[in-house]
């Protein structure tokens, strides 16, 4: 079988606490799988070391009559292509997006800084909205492909009630994930209903700018506490996870495209409230598998926490809806052997 060459940021393999890193790590693993001769070159820190870029553009021109999968952030992504354009101009790169700002960022650019593009043979974008933008900008050779997870491990979800109702937040810990709003409807619910009736634990990476604010608001909230980091690379962590009845993603980050967490709150079985920014809509199915409420509304938020406080029957029959809709996201079905027949235009074996 030919040989494919990978480029992309999978940090130290270890670490899932950022979503480049967790969804490089399910992709090498997956072309691992489907191409026995796969050559990776991290770019992990290659903006600070030259040799890693060095190294990129070796192994690119090598592989420069093979196939070749791209897959790191806009900006990165951008640079990269605009240096292979330049040097390599007769090459083509699949290009697996990772977030939802490539279309805006493209709109924004001048059409002479648009043409480096034309160098990408696919786009891989991850929500439909995506590709229908990029169609807009004239784009034709862009194909829908939805975040992916190994489902290795189906955690147990009791469907017992329990009190208090637990929630959850699995994500960076910076003010655009939600986390103020999160804490605000907390304190709001705590003084109609008291705070024994539910908890909320959040689980990530502190941002060093937000550190301080954020300890001393939750530290201020007696039913609400931060509880570190929950590396769900351990799958057995899936079981911590299913132990909440719903997850918070409140979310106004512009970055935002297709976060993989959504589909680690399915596999445990954890409905969610989430915010219809970006192209949350399209994933989480409104009053099936969560609650869509709007962009930085508190009230909205309280509002859909209570409900769930309230009635827990609605959360125990989201679970099972959240489990069906979890295996259309399994990486060997979303990345299976006729997609990459497809963009790669070969027999996979």
């Known amino acids: ?125 991850e929500s439909q909205e995506m590709k229908r933008k990029m169609e807009l900008l004239g784009y034709k050779n862009v194909i829908h492909i939805p975040n992916f997870k190994k489902i290795a491990y189906i955690p147990e979800k009791s469907t017992e009630t329990s009190v208090p109702f637990r929630f959850v937040f699995l994500s960076r810990i910076i003010p655009e994930k939600g986390c103020d709003l999160i804490m605000e409807a907390t304190r709001r619910i705590n003084k109609e209903i008291g705070e024994d009736k539910f908890l909320v634990h959040f689980y990530g990476k502190i941002d060093d700018s937000y550190e301080s604010q954020f300890l001393k608001i939750i530290n201020e909230i007696p039913n609400a506490e931060y509880k570190g980091f929950l590396n769900l690379a351990d799958v057995s962590n899936y079981d911590v996870l299913a132990s909440y009845s719903a997850m918070l993603f409140p979310t106004f980050w512009k970055g935002e495209g297709f976060p993989g967490i959504l ?60 489990r069906i809709q979890a295996m259309e996201y399994d990486t060997a079905k979303v990345l299976n052997k006729d997609l990459f027949a497809k963009i790669l235009k070969k027999e996979i074996e």
């Open 1 to 125: 079988m030919e040989k494919i060459l990978f480029i992309g940021d999978c940090g130290n393999f270890k670490n899932t606490s950022n979503g480049v890193y967790a969804k490089n790590i399910q992709l090498f693993n997956r072309l691992k799988e489907v191409f026995v001769t796969l050559k990776h070159v991290n770019t992990n820190n290659w903006k600070k070391n030259p040799s890693v870029l060095l190294n990129v553009l070796r192994s690119i021109w090598q592989y420069r009559k093979k196939d070749i999968i791209i897959s790191l952030n806009t900006y990165s992504s951008y640079k990269l292509i605009k240096i292979v354009k330049r040097l390599f101009p007769s090459i083509r790169l699949n290009y697996f997006v990772i977030g939802g700002i490539l279309p805006n960022f493209i709109s924004q650019l001048e059409m002479k800084q648009r043409e480096c593009y034309s160098i990408v043979k696919w786009f891989m974008v």
């Open 263 to 322: 589909i680690d709150a399915m596999i445990a079985g954890t409905p969610v409230i989430a915010s219809e920014w970006g192209y949350n809509t399209e994933i989480i199915e409104n009053g099936t598998t969560g609650i869509i409420i709007k962009s930085k509304n508190v009230d909205e938020l309280a509002n859909a926490m209570n409900s769930f406080i309230c009635n827990h029957s609605k959360v125990a029959e989201m679970t099972r809806h959240c």
